[in-house]
């Protein structure tokens, strides 16, 4: 059987994420401080002294948006203000250490959830599971859930040596085998991992020790995708298609293109599956609040506190129900409704947190452990990232439009607060589209939203845009925060079409995302994105006909204002355009090395 495309991969080795510095911290206060002071004061200014009389509606429109962006701004600064790690213990050597009753050693009992990946994705995940180092009086138990019911994937798991639990019908989805598998065993902690979720050799010894507080409910790690294509630099690419010949001005060739494009290396992460930034600044910032959601995959859970959140949901839901209902409750009646230790939801992780930490009488919390300690496979087709991108929208579009925790009693306010910068992260859907079209609207009628582009205006806006790059730049570390922008425009359409479902009243639906790579489909999800290309492009070809041309409506300042802003945009949402077209290296990996020998067993096949 050939080899799995991510075996090349195998060699990597996780990041390292220390922790921000003091100086850094007071730097990124300070510039966050000043950057909030202008903002504040050119938006007084837009509203008080800029709007232009002879487009008000417009001009109200895009200063409207501007105000809506500087809020979330101010949300996410609040989510993102100081690191506050979980000081590291060891792990529990007594289940009184743990906080657990009874005798004898503490269970573990990992579960990889599957439904219809390959098995070549599922050997790598077992044999890692296998390998996870035991701490002392710790009994781990690996099980293999099988949504699909597969008669192949319950060989798989006899030949490995490992328990298979599968079920007759998929309700719940996710959340649904989980369910049945808690059910069925009883270890004091839950590891959750997917089908392709490599668990770290230290994943055990470095997050059982947070439970020795017994408010902690569950433990989340970062995710961290192995597979991402680091791509080829320009220069190299460049030779491969300019050959010898071109040698001399390769050098001030590639410089233009990274200028240009603003990127570091050809083909590097097409589909902007990086996530950096929102484990190491969003997750573990929110850790200095107890406010860390679970992200699924790479999680560990306190058994008791799943149960004690679902009988009080249960018990909750039968009173509500009965009370509508004349006489005594049948134990048939009560028996149909269901118990959900993880809620059925297509985002049935950061659901089931939300559910935990507003239960004030128990006090769970979480902590988010900054190490990397599982491993993962990013989407590597524009069918998996659409499928992806469209749970994750759909799935909190639900959570916020059906039961927002920001209207929950027993949630904290600062736990309110973070969800809320996530939720209005989405909401940006409604009028960033309103930023995106000022462009265009303006090149092709010649209106400006505001009264003039004049060096007051400029002294206005680009000390804004200034210190907020500064203060970004500083708040994430220096990473990459332009891949982040890029996707928030690239994926506008599939936000779009999220909130439009979940407001028709039609639940996000539960499939997987696909781990097995087939090249040339989902290609019709970026249809949208190249029709807006394709308007942007009519309108900055028009402005700059109808400026050259002495147009009374045209003027060069607006012109070069606006196909400034025009550019930015086609570039960050023809971003994941040029992922349809991408292809992965068909290079052969690497020999392995003495580290990388026997990484997996792939004589499971047999």
Same mark, same amino acid.
């Given at each position: ?34 950057? %909030? ?40 600064? @609040? ?13 529990? =050597? ?27 994705? =599922? ?21 293999? =859930? ?15 040596? %490992?328990?298979?639990? $599968? ?92 200028? =240009? ?72 009646? %009560? ?18 947190? %939300? ?131 890029? #996707? ?21 639906? @539960? ?45 060069? $300042? ?5 196909? @400034? ?12 355009? #040029? ?28």
């Amino acid at each position: 059987m050939p080899e799995p495309y991510f075996q090349k991969f195998a060699q990597r080795r996780p990041p390292r994420f220390p922790a921000m510095s003091q100086r850094r911290t007071l730097a990124w206060h300070f510039m966050a401080g000043l950057t %909030i002071g202008v903002g504040g004061w050119y938006l007084q200014w837009r509203w008080l002294q800029s709007l232009n009389p002879d487009a008000l509606f417009f001009s109200v429109a895009v200063v409207s948006a501007e105000t809506l962006l500087f809020l979330g701004t101010l949300l996410f600064y @609040f989510d993102i203000w100081a690191e506050q790690d979980t000081p590291q213990k060891p792990p529990p =050597l007594t289940r009184d250490d743990a906080h657990l009753d009874g005798s004898g050693p503490i269970g573990v009992d990992l579960y990889v959830t599957t439904y219809d990946e390959d098995p070549e994705v =599922l050997i790598p995940t077992i044999a890692a599971a296998q390998k996870v180092m035991c701490p002392p009086n710790v009994s781990p138990q690996i099980y293999l =859930l099988d949504d699909g019911n597969r008669p192949h994937i319950a060989a798989l798991a006899h030949r490995s040596g %490992i328990c298979y639990l $599968a079920r007759s019908s998929n309700e719940g989805f996710k959340a649904g085998n989980l369910r049945n598998a808690l059910m069925q065993t009883a270890g004091d902690f839950i590891v959750i991992c997917d089908a392709d979720t490599r668990l770290e050799p230290t994943f055990l010894q470095n997050t059982l020790g947070y439970f020795r507080n017994p408010k902690v409910a569950w433990v989340q790690t970062p995710h961290w995708f192995y597979d991402i294509p680091e791509g080829q630099a320009w220069e190299s690419w460049l030779k491969t298609r300019l050959g010898q010949m071109a040698q001399p001005i390769l050098p001030a060739l590639a410089t233009s293109l990274q200028w =240009l494009t603003g990127r570091d290396r050809v083909g590097a992460d097409p589909f902007l599956s990086e996530p950096t930034v929102f484990f190491d600044i969003i997750q573990r910032r929110r850790n200095r609040n107890g406010a860390s959601f679970c992200c699924g995959a790479g999680s560990v859970h306190r058994r008791e506190a799943i149960f004690a959140a679902a009988l009080k949901r249960k018990s909750a839901a039968v009173d509500k129900a009965h009370g509508h209902s004349p006489g005594p409750a049948s134990p048939i009646w %009560i028996n149909s409704i269901s118990l959900q230790p993880f809620r059925f939801h297509v985002s049935e992780d950061i659901y089931t947190s %939300i559910l935990l930490q507003e239960d004030r009488e128990e006090g769970w919390t979480s902590v988010y452990h900054p190490k990397v300690e599982a491993r993962m496979l990013s989407p590597w087709t524009m069918e998996a990232w659409a499928t992806q991108r469209l749970k994750y929208a759909g799935g909190t579009f639900d959570i916020m439009l059906r039961d927002n925790p920001l209207f929950r009693r027993g949630l904290p306010w600062r736990h309110k607060l973070h969800y809320g910068a996530t939720f209005w992260s989405y909401l940006t859907t409604l009028w960033l589209p309103v930023l995106l079209l000022a462009p265009v609207i303006s090149l092709v009628t010649g209106i400006a939203p505001v009264e003039a582009y004049s060096a007051e205006f400029f002294l206005h806006f680009l000390p804004v845009i200034f210190l907020s790059e500064i203060a970004m730049v500083l708040a994430c570390k220096g990473y990459a925060i332009q891949p982040g922008r890029a #996707l928030a425009l690239s994926t506008l359409p599939i936000q779009l079409r999220a909130l439009w479902l979940v407001l028709q009243g039609k639940r996000p639906r @539960f499939p997987p995302t696909p781990k097995t790579p087939v090249f040339g489909q989902g290609r019709h999800h970026i249809l949208p994105n190249l029709c807006l290309m394709f308007v942007m492009a009519g309108a900055g070809i028009y402005g700059t006909v109808q400026t050259l041309r002495g147009a009374e409506s045209h003027d060069m $300042a607006l012109l070069i204002t606006n196909l @400034f802003w025009l550019v930015w945009n086609m570039a960050a949402v023809g971003r994941i355009a #040029l992922a349809a077209s991408w292809s992965p290296d068909t290079a052969p990996s690497p020999a392995p090395t003495e580290e990388t020998a026997n990484v997996h067993d792939f004589s499971l096949y047999r």
